[in-house]
Nanobody
Framework: QVQLVESGGGLVQPGGSLRLSCAAS????????MRWFRQTPGKEREFVAI????????KYIDSVKDRFTISRDNTKNMVYLQMNSLKPEDTAVYYC??????????WGQGTQVTVSS
């Protein structure tokens, strides 16, 4: 069955960096785009970034452009989110998502990122 497992979250000071990882299994990984979302209490889950199946194209929300980088390693079935220059407003639970089709995707369990001094 499809499984997505995130790791790499934690507590970091403002201006610091974290690298999130997502291990995927149960589907043909390089056939599908992968996304990262984030969610804070009381708010809807927010799209952060997407990478195509080949890794050749990416897109970000404006608030993380030039700070975050999404990438994937199709030889390892892994997707990553490198987060630099972190801000307190980046604090959230971050979720990995596999986009199979319009309205059909799979989610990981999430990993907490806390940016605080």
């Amino acid at each position: 069955q499809v499984q997505l497992v995130e790791s790499g979250g934690g507590l970091v000071q403002p201006g610091g960096s974290l690298r999130l990882s997502c291990a995927a299994s149960g589907f043909t990984f390089n056939d599908y785009a992968m996304r990262w979302f984030r969610q804070t209490p009381g708010k809807e889950r927010e799209f952060v970034a997407i990478v195509t199946g080949t890794g050749g194209a990416t897109k970000y929300i404006d608030s993380v452009k030039d700070r975050f980088t999404i990438s994937r390693d199709n030889t390892k079935n892994m997707v990553y989110l490198q987060m630099n220059s972190l801000k307190p407003e980046d604090t959230a639970v971050y979720y990995c998502n596999a986009l199979f089709d319009v309205g059909r995707s799979a989610w990981g369990q999430g990993t907490q990122v806390t940016v605080s001094s």
